[in-house]
């Protein structure tokens, strides 16, 4: 794939997370900052690394499996990895503009 192809591929992988939530907060993960590592091969693997809101969060299996679904279903993905990673530790500083405003911390 070229360069051009792959940032096609790689703004749908950004579209796509913006549609995984976590069910108790009302902004994807994407704009939560969770998203800490994008990395679209050349051979069209994909390896997301990815964080939680807290570690103990009783949704993580359902995001986990949500977010690898979706990445598999964008054109031009032949397999997504998603790594579960707490370092560093998330905290409300990562989120965008937009998640602050949606949550009341701007």
Do not use: H
């Not at 997301?48 to 977010?67: K, Q």
């Not at 032949?78 to 409300?92: C, I, R, T």
């Amino acid at each position: 794939m070229d360069q051009a192809e792959k940032l096609q591929i790689e703004e749908r992988i950004v579209e796509v997370l913006k549609t995984v939530y976590d069910p108790e907060i009302p902004v994807d993960i994407y704009n939560l900052g969770l998203i800490y590592r994008i990395e679209l091969k050349d051979d069209a693997s994909l390896e997301v690394d990815m964080t939680l809101t807290a570690p103990n969060c009783p949704a993580a299996d359902f995001i986990m499996e949500d977010v690898r679904l979706k990445l598999e279903g964008v054109t031009g993905v032949k397999e997504a990895k998603v790594n579960l990673v707490f370092e560093p530790e998330w905290d409300k500083d990562m989120m965008s503009e937009e998640a602050k405003l949606e949550l009341g911390f701007a």
